[in-house]
């Protein structure tokens, strides 16, 4: 076997027609085309492949983003489109192009890696955990909204400047360029809808689709939430069936207007995911914590053990996997034994952060 190892740009055409041919068989289009900023040549010192006999059998990607939170600005391994040669499974070839994906991660300073699976045992050999909140908002019925004044557009032929400038207004999410932008609206069975005001400014933006993945999904979306509702409706009523809005779950007031329209509201995790550099982490977690005024606050790493809680009360783990459901949720402080009212409280006051990946930047 040859690899795990990045591929050279000769063999870059041999990488995307294997995973066309493994991942995307029936599709009209390549994969590279889905993952615009990710399958490409200038990330290919991110991909990893196995081979035999000059045959690629295996590979998996990973790509970073800076992305920000009230709690600081994570760097993030996102890793997607791990796959191996049905001839050569069971050879724990996935696991050694997962493993050196975490190990160049790691290398570049990402503080953790998510990604999206349904193999949840198999990933937390590697001690990925589920963690994070997502929210399904499924828009049952058409709804009417107040909006009347906005122009619904259906188009891509968007400048990427002015998405841009809507996105940058949440608080959570990939730090993006309109490059990104420009990228992203070229993926195959893209839907991008768009509110306008009277003086033709871009109020709000939906997007659903990605390539084979995401139909009947909106899994971007931005603007006020008086502007998103009449938009949403407007994609509902079109759509002449149900179309479900992901969300995150610190989108409260989104989520809390839709379900009053009659949406339906199922709660899930973000993905999966895994520690990469736990001092970092710390560091960032209690300057956030400082920030709020948690003196007290204690998140530390040490010699393989966290050291979570105030002076009053100090949880100890080895188990990365119970940090991370705690650090992005669900777990609650007030679930861990051995923390009083008052710790659980304060440490309650801070985690889990607000973090969120949007549909575009996954793998």
Not at 53 to 67: F, G, M, R, W
Not at 149 to 177: C, F, N
Not at 199 to 205: F, Q, R, S, T, V
Not at 268 to 277: E, Q, V
Request: aromatic letters at 10%; one cysteine or more.
């Amino acid at each position: 076997m040859d690899g795990p190892r990045a591929p050279q740009d000769a063999e870059l055409g041999q990488v995307f027609s294997f995973l066309d041919s493994q991942l995307r068989p029936k599709a009209d289009w390549s994969i590279r085309q889905e993952y615009p900023t990710a399958l490409t040549k200038e990330n290919s010192g991110n991909i990893r492949i196995i081979k035999s006999e000059d045959k690629i059998v295996a590979h998996a990607v990973v790509h970073y983003s800076l992305t920000k939170t009230a709690a600081g600005i994570f760097k993030v391994a996102a890793i997607g489109s791990v796959v191996t040669d049905p001839q050569f499974r069971n050879q724990g070839l996935s696991r050694q192009v997962i493993e050196s994906c975490l190990k160049t991660a790691e290398l570049h300073g990402c503080d953790f890696a998510v990604l999206w699976t349904n193999l949840y045992d198999f990933y937390r050999k590697f001690d990925f955990e589920l963690a994070g909140s997502e929210v399904a908002l499924v828009l049952e019925k058409e709804f009417d909204p107040p909006g009347d004044h906005l122009r619904i557009m259906e188009t891509t032929k968007v400048a990427p400047e002015a998405l841009l400038r809507v996105y940058s207004q949440h608080t959570v999410g990939a730090i993006r360029i309109a490059e990104d932008f420009r990228k992203y609206l070229a993926i195959p069975n893209t839907k991008l809808f768009t509110a306008w005001d009277p003086h033709n400014n871009l109020k709000a933006y939906a997007v659903e689709g990605k390539g084979v993945d995401l139909v009947g999904y909106i899994h971007e979306w931005g603007g006020a939430v008086s502007s998103l509702l009449p938009l949403l409706a407007h994609i509902r009523r079109q759509a002449q069936k149900p179309i479900t809005l992901i969300s995150s779950g610190r989108a409260a007031n989104l989520s809390r207007q839709l379900v009053e329209y009659g949406a339906l509201k199922n709660e899930g995790y973000l993905g999966m995911i895994k520690i990469l550099n736990p001092k970092n982490l710390c560091f960032k977690l209690m300057r956030y914590a400082r920030a709020l005024g948690k003196e007290d606050w204690i998140f530390d790493y040490s010699e393989g053990l966290y050291y979570i809680g105030t002076s009053k009360g100090l949880f100890k783990t080895d188990c990365p996997r119970d940090v991370v459901r705690l650090v992005f949720g669900p777990l609650k402080a007030n679930e861990i034994q051995g923390f009083d009212e008052d710790t659980s409280k304060q440490m309650e006051e801070v985690l889990p952060i607000p973090f969120w990946i949007w549909g575009w930047d996954s793998v």
